[in-house]
């Protein structure tokens, strides 16, 4: 009973973040699941209710996206999906966890306390779509869809909406087709039905919630929002994975 109270806190907590900022469900679920949930059940349940909360997204509220901005993004993540997918079972996960939390850490802090960072212009859509390539296989690791083509944005300089709308998109893409490639390769079996049950509805209403929050909030404050989560997903990575490490 403890777990299935843990799956539903982190998914309600998940949904609300993700609900305001368009990404992060992941990462903020696996901070709660990584100490009590299995990896591989942990990353089916991550994709799922990352791609929950990207529908109820969808069909609740108007979804505009710029197709040619969008696509180099699309285009890399098709490309690097079966790579995490294949990676899974393969990977050392609390090493992943820890690169990854690391960059975050280092990374996001020092944007967070940096003024008029000049916009990233180098590179042109190869460059988005080596962005979407990374994000593809972390989401086929474990649904981290967001982290890095939501950084890559913020670099990029986009405003909020245009962000939110290529990350949303991006996700809900990604997402289906990794939880769709989870199916054919068996990593979904019947005995997990009840928590994806309960996933589905913990993220519900905490999608929305977060949903109507971001309507008021500015572009800074969204920029803030954004790099002040991914550096909290950071410390929770690396909070969940270091000790592991250290423990070999």
Request: hydrophobic share 55%; aromatic share 8%.
């Amino acid at each position: 009973m403890s777990v299935y109270l843990i799956v539903a806190l982190g998914a309600i907590v998940a949904g609300f973040v993700q609900g305001l900022s368009g990404f992060a469900f992941g990462l903020v679920a696996m901070s709660f699941w990584a100490w009590t949930v299995d990896p591989k059940l942990a990353a089916v349940l991550s994709t799922f209710g990352a791609l929950t909360g990207q529908v109820i997204a969808a069909v609740t509220g108007r979804r505009r996206f710029d197709k040619a901005l969008l696509a180099p993004f699309v285009i890399g993540g098709l490309l690097g999906l079966p790579v995490g997918v294949w990676l899974l079972p393969r990977l050392d996960v609390p090493l992943f966890k820890a690169c990854l939390g690391g960059l975050l850490l280092i990374w996001c802090p020092t944007m967070l306390m940096a003024r008029n960072l000049p916009r990233v212009t180098a590179g042109g859509r190869a460059a988005d779509a080596i962005a979407g390539w990374l994000g593809g296989i972390c989401g086929g690791i474990g649904g981290f869809t967001g982290p890095i083509p939501t950084l890559w944005c913020t670099l990029r300089g986009f405003e909020k909406d245009v962000q939110r709308e290529v990350i949303q998109n991006f996700n809900v893409s990604m997402l289906a087709v990794a939880f769709s490639l989870y199916v054919a390769s068996g990593l979904v079996s019947v005995s997990m039905l009840p928590m994806l049950g309960l996933v589905g509805l913990a993220v519900l209403v905490p999608v929305l919630l977060g949903a109507r929050l971001y309507v008021g909030i500015t572009h800074e404050a969204f920029r803030r929002i954004v790099l002040s989560l991914l550096t909290a997903s950071g410390i929770a990575l690396l909070a969940s994975s270091v000790p592991v490490l250290l423990a070999r």
